[in-house]
């Protein structure tokens, strides 16, 4: 069975740019997040979808970022525009609705900001 | 919100001798605690968890212990091996039924 999948694995663009990163949860699983990881520091939460729905993304700087997972499946991370403060790695996960707490993660997809 | 913390930040072992790494929570919800470790460059990789109504588990070399009273758990790894090496993170699911993880240990395991 295929792990959660994003890609791009690597990202460097200048400041003021927009960036999209792109995620593909395990099969079957409904709750679906984007963390980012500073470096040295734990994955922190940005957004948890479940199916659709944006359930919480009290955490997401929404005057830069924006997310969307329009059929419930994949889903799509957007900064625009990029700032120097954003260079970090963006973590994708996902788990069963059934048992949000065991969640599996993604590759990463590794930003950084000139 | 869910606030944890994690200690040491860095941890250097010999190889064979056992590692210790504990966190601290704060919302009494708290119900499920799972520790993941990150290999230089990886994906975080769930080793091994525990839920509210347990104390202790384990998992060959790795055991994870839980004071509910206390607000902390640890995670132990014996007999450690060079591949033990790696950042580990430990979490903690509060009332939002989120995870808020520590700031991670760097285990070293020196042949």
């Known amino acids: 069975e295929a792990g959660v999948v994003q890609s791009p694995r690597y990202k460097i663009i200048e400041k003021k740019q927009p960036v999209a990163f792109w995620c593909n949860p395990i099969?079957?699983?409904?709750?679906l997040y984007w963390y980012r990881q500073n470096l040295g520091q734990g994955p922190e939460l940005l957004i948890r979808?479940?199916?659709?729905?944006?359930?919480?993304d009290s955490q997401l700087p929404k005057d830069r970022f924006s997310a969307e997972r329009l059929k419930g499946v994949d889903s799509t991370l957007k900064i625009q525009p990029a700032e120097l403060g954003d260079s970090a790695v963006y973590l994708c996960?996902?788990?069963?609705?059934?048992?949000?707490?065991?969640?599996?993660f993604g590759p990463g997809t590794r930003l950084t900001v000139l | 919100g869910e606030n944890v913390e994690q200690h040491p930040s860095t941890l250097s072992v010999q190889e064979g001798d056992s590692a210790v790494i504990k966190c601290t929570y704060s919302?009494?919800?708290?119900?499920?605690f799972p520790w993941y470790k990150q290999e230089l460059g990886k994906r975080p990789q769930l080793i091994i968890d525990?839920?509210?109504?347990?104390g202790e588990k384990k998992d060959q070399r790795i055991a994870v212990t839980l004071n509910k009273t206390a607000k902390h758990f640890s995670l132990h790894i014996t007999e450690t091996q060079p591949e033990d090496s790696a950042v580990y993170f430990c979490?903690?699911?509060?009332?939002?039924?989120?995870?808020?993880f520590g700031s991670g240990t760097q285990l070293t395991v020196l042949p």
């Open positions: 996960a996902s788990s069963l609705l059934s048992d949000p707490s065991t969640q599996y």
């Open positions: 099969s079957g699983h409904n709750t």
């Open positions: 979808y479940e199916n659709e729905e944006a359930v919480d």
């Open positions: 525990i839920r509210s109504n347990v």
């Open positions: 979490a903690a699911t509060g009332s939002a039924r989120q995870l808020t």
């Open positions: 919302d009494s919800a708290s119900n499920y």
